[in-house]
């Protein structure tokens, strides 16, 4: 997925709202922009994007929301533990580890809705389907 010859955004919804906190290139035929914290405020922003993951890690490991006590108390600790190192980055002001550490954001997470959040794998156009949520 990341690479050093093109990078991409991955939003990250938690509780609702999305939040981008990976450096990122976007290369196209016009050629390549970088796009990285510069500012304190955004770098406070992408610290407090990466704290929001790790707590939401840890609310993931709340009794009663578990689905079981192994695979999901895993998938639950590796959100927490990469969220904490690209804390750790953001703190720093270090773009490469931030990116570094979001790549292990993504990826804790992909792993987890591979097997916990199916519905969640992809936009609803790769897949071809376009159903409404269910209703309650």
């Not at 990122?24 to 955004?42: L, V, Y």
């Not at 994007?49 to 840890?58: D, H, I, K, R, Y």
């Not at 689905?67 to 980055?89: E, P, V």
């Not at 002001?93 to 992809?122: I, M, P, R, S």
Request: net charge positive; aromatic share 6%.
């Amino acid at each position: 997925f990341f690479s050093s010859r093109r990078r991409h955004t991955r939003y990250i919804s938690v509780t609702g709202v999305q939040t981008c906190a990976l450096p990122i290139s976007i290369i196209t035929e016009k050629g390549t922009q970088e796009i990285a914290p510069k500012s304190d405020e955004d770098w406070n922003k992408v610290r407090d994007a990466a704290a929001t993951l790790v707590e939401a890690g840890n609310a993931l490991m709340i009794e009663g929301r578990a689905k079981d006590n192994k695979g999901w108390m895993t998938a639950a600790r590796r959100l927490s533990d990469a969220a904490s190192q690209a804390l750790k980055a953001a703190q720093e002001k270090n773009t490469q580890a931030v990116f570094d550490e979001g790549g292990n954001v993504y990826k804790a997470c992909a792993a987890c809705h591979a097997q916990y959040a199916k519905h969640l794998q992809g936009p609803p156009e790769a897949s071809g389907k376009t159903e409404a949520p269910a209703k309650k």
